[in-house]
């Protein structure tokens, strides 16, 4: 058992690692949405300080796993501080991948718009699932803040809603191709921004789940509950 001294010394600490993931989690938001400001209007600078923003996140990861190991050798948590600590490098992960992908929009927006290519109203086609990741990404961190169970279990309900929102541009994207050739190009690289912008809805989704965890001690993926929640909000 840690003495009191102690344990306030390891409250600081986790609480510092806190304020420095929440840190991270809003250059990785700024990425995100920039990402898609680049996508929408081909601004090149824009996306180039995207891409450089993806070495910050990468080292920030890096910091913070090794405060978070040394965190557990130093103070030895235990119970809900061993729960917090480890859901914590899961939210750091999840996080670092979130940059990876807002870099790949940004990438694929300067080859597209690069190209000069045919689109097919490409941004219209995302901006919906953007808007949605981009506000389940915002509460899934404002619920890691305040370790709000609750609010984490509807959000993991509004990614079953983006998924859904990804199947159906796809089936409208292949629509595009089929139907006019000289689409092909800007078409697949809409695809590819597409699917970046789910993973982001899946590793936002995870954020919430990890919070549940911390709150509850549940370990809800996969799980019963999480299906549940997913089925409920998944359109008809």
């Not at 400001?37 to 995207?50: L, P």
């Not at 050798?73 to 809900?80: D, E, F, G, I, L």
């Not at 940004?106 to 981009?134: C, F, P, Q």
């Not at 597409?194 to 995870?206: C, L, M, S, T, Y």
Request: charged share 30%; with cysteine; net charge negative.
């Amino acid at each position: 058992m840690m003495g009191e001294h102690s344990s306030k010394q390891y409250d600081h600490e986790l609480e510092a690692i806190r304020s420095k993931v929440l840190l991270m989690g809003g250059i990785v938001e700024t990425q995100f949405l920039d990402a898609m400001t680049c996508f929408r209007i081909g601004n090149s600078e824009r996306a180039d300080r995207v891409i450089r923003e993806d070495d910050n996140v990468n080292q920030l990861e890096v910091q913070l796993d090794d405060q978070c190991s040394h965190l557990i050798v130093r103070r030895q948590p235990t119970a809900n501080d061993l729960r917090t600590v480890m859901a914590t490098i899961k939210v750091i992960t999840d996080l670092e991948r979130i940059g990876d992908e807002a870099a790949k929009i940004a990438r694929t927006s300067k080859s597209l718009h690069g190209r000069g290519a045919v689109t097919v109203n490409h941004y219209e086609m995302v901006r919906s699932i953007a808007n949605a990741t981009s506000d389940l990404l915002h509460d899934a961190l404002d619920a890691f803040a305040r370790n709000d169970g609750k609010q984490a279990l509807q959000l993991i309900a509004q990614d079953a809603i983006i998924d859904h929102e990804f199947r159906t541009i796809m089936r409208n994207l292949i629509t595009f191709m089929m139907e006019d050739p000289r689409t092909i190009s800007a078409a697949l690289d809409t695809m590819w921004v597409a699917k970046a912008i789910e993973r982001i809805g899946d590793h936002a989704k995870n954020i919430a789940e990890y919070v549940i965890y911390v709150v509850e001690g549940k370990d809800i993926r996969h799980s019963r509950a999480a299906v549940d929640a997913q089925t409920e909000a998944s359109p008809e």
